[in-house]
C-alpha cells in the first residue's frame, strides 16, 4: 500500500531567498551553493515564506526527541502551528544556522546569527537565536522587515482629539515632550511617528543618537553623533550644536545630567523645545522617573513640561468579520460609559463547533475563514495612547512625591484620561475587544 504523503505548510509557498551576511560576494555565494546541497534549505526557504505569509513576526522552534514544535507569532500573540518531523526540522535547522554563519553541529550552546530575506522584493532580516534545554534544544528566529512603513499618528490608533492636542505641544515654543511605552511595545515606531507629526518645515531639528544605537533617518532631522568611535562626548556635542539655536533638541535616549542641564537652560532661554525618549511601563512612572533621574534640573524640567506620550498595544479587530453585539446597560456601567452613548461593541467572531456548521438540510457545510485574517479576528494592532498634558496642580505635586497613586490622583483631578479609560474608549470606537483589553491589562 502506498503511503499518502501530507503536504507540510512549507510546501505551499514559494520559499524566500536568503542573502547571508557576508561582505564578499563571491564567498556568500559559496555558502548559497554549499547550503543548498543539504535538504534542509528548501525546508527552510518555504517555513519562513508560510511564516512571513501568515504575518508573523517570530517564530519559535521547540526541538525534543519526537518533533520539532513550532509556533509563530502574529500581531503580539502566540499561535501552534503543526509539529515537523524531527528529522525534518533537524534538516531546517542545519541550513538556517549554516546561513546565519552560527555552528550548526553545535546544539548547546547559546548562539546568535543574521540573515538576509527577500520575499518577492521585500527585505526582511532573520534574527537566529538557539540555546540548547534538557529535552532538546529551543530557537527563536525573529523576523523584521529592512523597511520600516511610514506610518501618521492617526493610523496608530491615536484618536483626532488627542492629535490635535499632541501637535499644539508638538509645535509650542519654550517646552519638553517625553515619550514613553513598556519595552517592545512599539515605542520606535510611536517616536518617529511622533517626529512626522511634527511641523518640520521651517524649524531646526538636531537629534543626538549614540553611535552604537543610531536611529533611522527622519528627514529633516540631523544627527550629531556621539560615544562608539567618534571621540566625542554628549555634553560637548550638546554645547557645540546650542550655539547654532537649533529649534528642537532631541533625545531618543535620556542623556547624562550634565547635557540636559544645557538642554534646560537653552530652551528656557531661547524659548526652543526638547523631545525625549524613554522606556517605561506608563506615562506617569515615566515622568517620575525622568524627574528622579534630573534631581538638578526638576524644577525647571517640571515648570515647562508639555505633555507626555503613554502607550500599549492591542490587536485590531478584523474589519471584515467582527461581530456588533448590543452592550447590556450593566456593562456599560461597568465600563463608564453614559447610557446611550455607545449603541454597538465590537468581538471578533468565533465559528460555531464543526458539528453545527450544517447547511438547512443539516448537511455539513464548513464556514471558510475570513479571507482578511484567516479567522483570526483581529488584524494587525494599534496603539492605545494616554496623553499626559500637565496642569498647575500635578506640576506643584510632582515636585513633593514620587508615588505614582497619588500623581496618577492629582492628575485625575485635572481631568486627565489614564490608560483604562482611553482602552474603553478604543472599545467605544469598534477598534479592538474587551477579550483584547483583558488580555493586555493582565500581562503588567
Ligand atoms: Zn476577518
Given at each position: 500500500m502506498a503511503e499518502q504523503q501530507e503536504i507540510q505548510l512549507w510546501q505551499t509557498v514559494e520559499p524566500v531567498d536568503f542573502s547571508p551576511r557576508i561582505e564578499v560576494r563571491s564567498e556568500a555565494q559559496a555558502l548559497l551553493v554549499q547550503t543548498r546541497q543539504g535538504v534542509g534549505y528548501a525546508i527552510g526557504g518555504g517555513q519562513l515564506a508560510h511564516a512571513i505569509q501568515s504575518r508573523a513576526t517570530h517564530m519559535l522552534m521547540d526541538f525534543t526527541k519526537a518533533a520539532c514544535a513550532i509556533r509563530y507569532q502574529v500581531d503580539g500573540a502566540w499561535e501552534q502551528l503543526p509539529p515537523l518531523e524531527r528529522e525534518i526540522g533537524d534538516a531546517m535547522l542545519v541550513a538556517l544556522k549554516q546561513l546565519s554563519l552560527?555552528?550548526?553541529?553545535?546544539?548547546?550552546s547559546t548562539q546568535t546569527g543574521k540573515l538576509g530575506l527577500k520575499v518577492a522584493k521585500e527585505k526582511f532580516t532573520l534574527t537566529l537565536q538557539s540555546r540548547g534545554t534538557p529535552t532538546g534544544e529551543q530557537v527563536m528566529a525573529r523576523i523584521e522587515p529592512d523597511k520600516v512603513p511610514f506610518e501618521r499618528m492617526s493610523e496608530l490608533g491615536m484618536r483626532d482629539k488627542q492629535l490635535e492636542q499632541f501637535k499644539e505641544k508638538l509645535d509650542a515654543h519654550g517646552n519638553s515632550i517625553l515619550i514613553t511605552a513598556p519595552k517592545g511595545e512599539g515605542l520606535t515606531t510611536t517616536w518617529n511617528c511622533s517626529m512626522n507629526a511634527a511641523?518640520?518645515?521651517?524649524r531646526d531639528f538636531q537629534a543626538f543618537e549614540n553611535k552604537d544605537a543610531q536611529e533611522p533617518e527622519v528627514i529633516n532631522i540631523n544627527a550629531n553623533l556621539f560615544g562608539g568611535d567618534t571621540d566625542v562626548a554628549l555634553p560637548a556635542l550638546v554645547k557645540s550644536a546650542i550655539l547654532k539655536e537649533p529649534d528642537v533638541l532631541i533625545f531618543p535616549e535620556p542623556p547624562d545630567p550634565e547635557s540636559m542641564q544645557l538642554a534646560v537652560a537653552q530652551i528656557k532661554k531661547t524659548e526652543k523645545q526638547i523631545y525625549a525618549r524613554m522606556v517605561a511601563p506608563t506615562a506617569m512612572q515615566g515622568l517620575a522617573s525622568y524627574l528622579a533621574r534630573y534631581k538638578d534640573s526638576a524644577a525647571e524640567i517640571t515648570a515647562t513640561l508639555g505633555a507626555v506620550l503613554g502607550q500599549r498595544l492591542v490587536r485590531r479587530l478584523c474589519d471584515q468579520c467582527k461581530v456588533g453585539y448590543e452592550p447590556t446597560p450593566q456593562l456599560l456601567k461597568q465600563l463608564g460609559i453614559p447610557a446611550g452613548r455607545v449603541a454597538m461593541l465590537y468581538q471578533p467572531f468565533v465559528p460555531p463547533p464543526i458539528e453545527q456548521q450544517v447547511d438547512e438540510n443539516g448537511r455539513p457545510a464548513p464556514i471558510e475563514p475570513c479571507s482578511a485574517c484567516a479567522g483570526r479576528g483581529y488584524l494587525g494592532r494599534i496603539a492605545i495612547f494616554e496623553l499626559l498634558i500637565p496642569g498647575d496642580q500635578l506640576r506643584a505635586a510632582l515636585l513633593k512625591t514620587q508615588d505614582i497613586n497619588q500623581l496618577n490622583q492629582v492628575a485625575k483631578n485635572e481631568g486627565h484620561r489614564g490608560m483604562q479609560a482611553e482602552a474603553v474608549l478604543t472599545v467605544a470606537r469598534g477598534l479592538t475587544s474587551l477579550d483584547e483589553l483583558k488580555r493586555m491589562f493582565a500581562k503588567r
Amino acid at each position: 500500500m502506498a503511503e499518502q504523503q501530507e503536504i507540510q505548510l512549507w510546501q505551499t509557498v514559494e520559499p524566500v531567498d536568503f542573502s547571508p551576511r557576508i561582505e564578499v560576494r563571491s564567498e556568500a555565494q559559496a555558502l548559497l551553493v554549499q547550503t543548498r546541497q543539504g535538504v534542509g534549505y528548501a525546508i527552510g526557504g518555504g517555513q519562513l515564506a508560510h511564516a512571513i505569509q501568515s504575518r508573523a513576526t517570530h517564530m519559535l522552534m521547540d526541538f525534543t526527541k519526537a518533533a520539532c514544535a513550532i509556533r509563530y507569532q502574529v500581531d503580539g500573540a502566540w499561535e501552534q502551528l503543526p509539529p515537523l518531523e524531527r528529522e525534518i526540522g533537524d534538516a531546517m535547522l542545519v541550513a538556517l544556522k549554516q546561513l546565519s554563519l552560527m555552528n550548526a553541529t553545535d546544539r548547546r550552546s547559546t548562539q546568535t546569527g543574521k540573515l538576509g530575506l527577500k520575499v518577492a522584493k521585500e527585505k526582511f532580516t532573520l534574527t537566529l537565536q538557539s540555546r540548547g534545554t534538557p529535552t532538546g534544544e529551543q530557537v527563536m528566529a525573529r523576523i523584521e522587515p529592512d523597511k520600516v512603513p511610514f506610518e501618521r499618528m492617526s493610523e496608530l490608533g491615536m484618536r483626532d482629539k488627542q492629535l490635535e492636542q499632541f501637535k499644539e505641544k508638538l509645535d509650542a515654543h519654550g517646552n519638553s515632550i517625553l515619550i514613553t511605552a513598556p519595552k517592545g511595545e512599539g515605542l520606535t515606531t510611536t517616536w518617529n511617528c511622533s517626529m512626522n507629526a511634527a511641523d518640520k518645515l521651517v524649524r531646526d531639528f538636531q537629534a543626538f543618537e549614540n553611535k552604537d544605537a543610531q536611529e533611522p533617518e527622519v528627514i529633516n532631522i540631523n544627527a550629531n553623533l556621539f560615544g562608539g568611535d567618534t571621540d566625542v562626548a554628549l555634553p560637548a556635542l550638546v554645547k557645540s550644536a546650542i550655539l547654532k539655536e537649533p529649534d528642537v533638541l532631541i533625545f531618543p535616549e535620556p542623556p547624562d545630567p550634565e547635557s540636559m542641564q544645557l538642554a534646560v537652560a537653552q530652551i528656557k532661554k531661547t524659548e526652543k523645545q526638547i523631545y525625549a525618549r524613554m522606556v517605561a511601563p506608563t506615562a506617569m512612572q515615566g515622568l517620575a522617573s525622568y524627574l528622579a533621574r534630573y534631581k538638578d534640573s526638576a524644577a525647571e524640567i517640571t515648570a515647562t513640561l508639555g505633555a507626555v506620550l503613554g502607550q500599549r498595544l492591542v490587536r485590531r479587530l478584523c474589519d471584515q468579520c467582527k461581530v456588533g453585539y448590543e452592550p447590556t446597560p450593566q456593562l456599560l456601567k461597568q465600563l463608564g460609559i453614559p447610557a446611550g452613548r455607545v449603541a454597538m461593541l465590537y468581538q471578533p467572531f468565533v465559528p460555531p463547533p464543526i458539528e453545527q456548521q450544517v447547511d438547512e438540510n443539516g448537511r455539513p457545510a464548513p464556514i471558510e475563514p475570513c479571507s482578511a485574517c484567516a479567522g483570526r479576528g483581529y488584524l494587525g494592532r494599534i496603539a492605545i495612547f494616554e496623553l499626559l498634558i500637565p496642569g498647575d496642580q500635578l506640576r506643584a505635586a510632582l515636585l513633593k512625591t514620587q508615588d505614582i497613586n497619588q500623581l496618577n490622583q492629582v492628575a485625575k483631578n485635572e481631568g486627565h484620561r489614564g490608560m483604562q479609560a482611553e482602552a474603553v474608549l478604543t472599545v467605544a470606537r469598534g477598534l479592538t475587544s474587551l477579550d483584547e483589553l483583558k488580555r493586555m491589562f493582565a500581562k503588567r
